[in-house]
């Protein structure tokens, strides 16, 4: 179905409803990575070049009904201020009377950033009369807020409802979906997916999902456990889902069924506590001991893995393939960030932790895209219509 897109958009002296994802982290009063604020800003200066008054509605952390400082939007319309030529105000509330006021006198070209809008309970229950009072502030509003359009909250499904027409999508998001098309509807081949992370159960549909469009399919992580135990390995200790057995020979067999080559780890790195300071140990899969457990690839497996991606020209990674925030136990991700960085291939990481990793190491440059959502990435390549994308298609709001 087609999207209204914000560059088909008429924002020439509107008052703009932007929905972002502020969402960055604060360590001791301090933006520790402004990733998610450097990324909505070709979106808010091409709003502000067309002399449009800018209104920034976004959430932060998940604040309770306290409404904690510690959620404040506060210190980031501040950083905002100083990252754009244009003056930046702050709203101390959402939607009160002074919000009203400031937007009121909103000069073109100015920006006004509302106040957490999950300080309101509202928010998360997708409130109608909530959303009322957001939409009477402008007359267009934009989505650029992909990691939130999986959820129905008000700001992002009932609010663009409220806009006669003018809801659209933001340049950040379309590129996650032109991303996410390219993967599901149209990948180069060879293509690859690689999915790691703590569990299988969390990437069910995902896995099920990509194993009709990939030719091969890389299982690593904590999650690969329940796989290599499902085939009958001695796994120790390692983290590993008992009740999720059955369905991890199933999608073993699905995955011969469609024709979809299959790799799990083969040798790997193990430790006898899960802890940073725990002396690592190598064992080949057949050899793991009672009392050791998995929390890396082995370099044997780095390799396999490695000449699976060379031979890519489409990979998306999802999950670490191991425990990554420790030093001793985060050789195979880097490993293979570092082969990806290095890749001819099309490179898209799901978000998450992968996207933390990356960064981490140093090789965010060398990606072709990093999702800015993790779970909105996942419902994505499983096939799911986000409800925050929904409302925007033409003839939904
Ligand atoms: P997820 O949130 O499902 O993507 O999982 C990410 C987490 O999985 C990271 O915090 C990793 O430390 C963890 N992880 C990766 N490999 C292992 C492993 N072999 N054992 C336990 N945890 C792991």
Excluded at 237 to 255: F, N, P, Q, Y
Excluded at 329 to 337: K, P
């Amino acid at each position: 179905m087609e999207m209204n897109l914000m560059r088909d958009a008429d924002l020439e002296n509107r008052s703009v409803l932007l929905r972002v994802d502020f969402n960055v982290p604060i360590n001791g009063g301090k933006i520790s990575d402004d990733t998610r604020i450097r990324a909505a800003i070709p979106t808010i200066n091409y709003i502000l070049e067309r002399n449009a008054r800018l209104i920034i509605i976004s959430h932060l952390g998940r604040p309770t009904s306290e409404r904690e400082a510690e959620f404040s939007l506060k210190i980031v319309a501040e950083y905002l201020n100083d990252l754009i030529e244009n003056k930046v105000l702050f709203a101390a509330d959402t939607v009160d009377e002074e919000a009203k006021s400031l937007v009121e006198g909103l000069g073109n070209g100015e920006v006004l950033v509302l106040e957490n809008v999950r300080y309101n309970q509202e928010e998360k229950a997708n409130d109608e009369e909530f959303a009322n009072k957001l939409a009477s502030f402008g007359s267009v509003y934009i989505n650029d807020a992909f990691g939130v359009s999986h959820r129905a909250h008000a700001s992002v499904v009932a609010l663009p409802k409220l806009m006669e027409g003018k809801a659209y999508a933001g340049m950040l998001l379309e590129k996650e979906l032109v991303y996410a098309n390219k993967i599901l509807a149209n990948p180069a081949r060879p293509f690859t997916a690689i999915i790691g992370g703590s569990k299988v159960s969390d990437k069910i549909g995902v896995i099920k999902s990509l194993l009709s469009v990939v030719d091969n399919l890389i299982i690593g992580g904590g999650m690969a456990n329940t796989f290599l135990l499902a085939k009958g390995y001695e796994i120790g200790k390692s983290l590993h889902e008992a009740e999720k057995l059955d369905l991890a020979g199933e999608l073993i067999k699905l995955a011969k069924d469609k024709g979809v080559n299959l790799y799990l780890p083969y040798d790997v790195v193990t430790a006898k506590e899960f802890s940073a300071n725990s002396e690592p140990h190598y064992f080949e899969l057949a050899e793991i001991p009672d009392d050791e457990m998995i929390l890396d690839i082995g370099p044997k497996t780095c390799e396999e893995f490695a000449d699976v991606l060379n031979n890519s020209r489409l990979i998306v990674w999802n999950g670490p393939v191991g425990v990554f925030e420790m030093e001793a136990f985060s050789v195979g991700t880097r490993t293979i960030a570092a082969y990806l960085a290095a890749s001819n291939a099309e490179v898209v990481i799901g978000g998450g932790d992968s996207a933390a990793a990356i960064t981490q190491f140093g090789y965010a440059d060398d990606m072709d895209h990093i999702s800015t959502g993790g779970g909105a990435f996942l419902e994505l390549m499983e096939g799911k219509t986000l409800p925050g994308v929904a409302v925007l298609h033409k003839g939904e709001n």
